[in-house]
């Protein structure tokens, strides 16, 4: 089964509007950590925003934020007033196990977002 | 701020050469990673490797593949013998630590494998 899905193999938003990107998750796990990343046509991937599953508010980081609701385990990343910079793939990520000596990180399979003029 | 470099950017080899994909991760890391990414899909993990020694590897980190800490500050893979379906970006990371939950990692630009 996935642990992470990202359902939207693509997405297109009109500058300055807002989007949301979703991720649900799989974990029987009360402690994980959620992360979004995105990973621009150059290749590189940028960390943008975290959610530790523990959080009482929703994390902020700019012009993302992130909705998260623990009772459907989904954490869906909203972006405000979309830039044409914003173009890129997004992935969803988690962690689980805190005391585990990996730390690695599962992947969704991505968002594409293409940002209009 | 610090990053992971890796080296090349890009390799091209043939079926069946071995190839080593080089990482310099940042210097007060203690957790290292591989991971790949085929063409336009998700990033898969392949290793973990902390104190000298992989913490976790995953189904895609079969005997063809190896990794190493050789010196102090390079971190390593190896593909023994490499096939078609090693084509990928390989993304080097780290995290200073790893136990905890918001730790990220830092990744590097990848190396763009293309087996021929």
């Known amino acids: 089964a996935q642990k992470i899905t990202q359902t939207q193999p693509g997405m297109f938003v009109q500058e300055k509007e807002a989007v949301t990107l979703d991720c649900t998750y799989d974990?029987?796990?009360?402690?994980?950590?959620l992360f979004w990343y995105k990973q621009p046509s150059s290749g590189e991937m940028i960390f943008l925003i975290y959610q530790g599953s523990y959080d009482q508010q929703n994390a902020t980081e700019g012009r993302y934020s992130l909705n998260f609701q623990k009772a459907r385990k989904s954490a869906n990343l909203v972006i405000s007033a979309s830039q044409l910079g914003d173009s890129a793939m997004y992935f969803c990520a988690m962690r689980e196990d805190p005391y585990s000596n990996t730390g690695k990180l599962i992947f969704g399979q991505g968002t594409t977002l293409q940002v209009k003029p | 701020e610090p990053e992971v470099t890796q080296t090349p950017s890009h390799q091209v080899t043939q079926m069946g050469q071995e190839v080593i994909l080089r990482c310099v991760p940042i210097s007060n890391h203690l957790y290292f990673y591989w991971y790949r990414q085929i063409l336009g899909q998700k990033v898969e993990f392949l290793v973990s490797?902390?104190?000298?020694?992989?913490?976790?590897k995953s189904e895609i980190f079969d005997d063809q593949f190896s990794v190493e800490r050789p010196d102090g500050s390079n971190f390593t893979l190896k593909i023994r013998s490499t096939k078609l379906e090693d084509s990928a970006m390989y993304f080097c990371a780290s995290t200073r630590w790893a136990k905890g939950l918001n730790e990220k990692l830092f990744f590097g630009s990848g190396t763009q494998l293309s087996v021929l």
């Open positions: 490797f902390y104190n000298n020694e992989i913490s976790e």
């Open positions: 974990t029987s796990d009360p402690s994980y950590g």
